[in-house]
DNA sequence: AGTACGAATTAGAATAATTCTAAGAAGCCA
DNA sequence: TGGCTTCTTAGAATTATTCTAATTCGTACT
């Protein structure tokens, strides 16, 4: 009964890749799925802690790599900077709002990504893509989340 | 006599900045424009120092920077690790081979990005789309260059 | 229950990439 | 030439991440 709600899923993913549930791994991946904003290593570390008060950075670090190496989550980077880490696993893009600094999802209709790899020549054998915009966000937009 | 094939463009965008065209930044713009491959700041300071064996890498890093604020050069990041630079200013997208760790340029028709762009809902307004694929090239592909 | 063994966590040291700082050199123009 | 600003430089500082080696945990056998 002390389980998240995502324990579970998340039990499972990790069980198929032959690695152990832990309660480190467990709430790394609760904060991720809490406030879905792209925090960084740090910032999850902060999370953590009040729930936690004991966990390592490394271990913060180390379950974020994991996470990762099961497709639980995806690991961002755009820009010079700490890594970003993102539990939306649908296919989508990153809007990147350059005044405030923040980081939107924005849905791929499946289409899209078809249409995108016809530009590869032949010879490219591409197993995923990364569309990131940068620009700006209306206020409407930034009071929506 | 001494001035490379590119200081001309160089002089006139740095130019329009307000900034000169010194010498150390004429012989960073030409190693990125001799070795088209997507070199970091430590790779462009070792091609630069053959040339310019005074230079320091603090100063790669200010030419690097200064030569992406005037848009004659990108930073492109698409995994953790340094920033790379890459002189081609047309449109391209970027195939990562992640067998060899090699980065192709993929040219880009006009109208792609106008479908991508189709993707943003409302209220996002954007300047620069970047797309990034990964996978793995071919043979040819790998000798081609 | 006890023990053996691999997996996971931890603190702190080490490394890598980049930025900062303060001093000097170079270019420009009155 | 003198004075102002821009640019370069070496080295220190900072930031993000990985490594190391020592513990702890979990599971599975007895």
């Known amino acids: 009964m002390s389980h998240s709600p995502n ?10 890749s ?3 549930a ?8 609760d904060v991720l799925l809490q406030k879905r904003d792209h925090p960084t290593a740090d910032e999850v570390f902060a999370r953590v802690k009040s729930e936690m008060p004991t966990i390592s950075l490394a271990t913060v670090y180390n379950c974020l790599e994991t996470l990762v190496q099961c497709d639980l989550v995806r690991a961002v980077n755009f820009e010079r900077g700490p890594t ?8 989508h893009a990153h809007f990147h709002d350059e005044k405030t600094g ?6 791929l209709p499946p ?9 590869l020549p032949s ?5 995923s893509v990364e569309i990131t915009f940068r620009g ?4 409407k937009v930034a009071n929506r989340e």
Chains 1, 2 share one sequence.
Do not use: K
Request: charged content about 25%; some cysteine.
């Open 84 to 91: 970003r880490y993102c539990p939306n696993l649908r296919p």
């Open 22 to 29: 832990t309660p480190q791994r467990e709430v790394v991946y």
């Open 136 to 139: 700006q966000a209306s206020a």
């Open 18 to 20: 032959g690695l152990r």
């Open 111 to 119: 289409a899209i990504l078809q249409t995108v790899n016809t530009v």
């Open 123 to 127: 010879g490219f054998d591409a197993s």
């Open 102 to 107: 923040r980081t939107y999802d924005i849905e």
């Open 7 to 16: 324990a579970e899923a998340l039990t499972q993913r990790l069980a198929d």
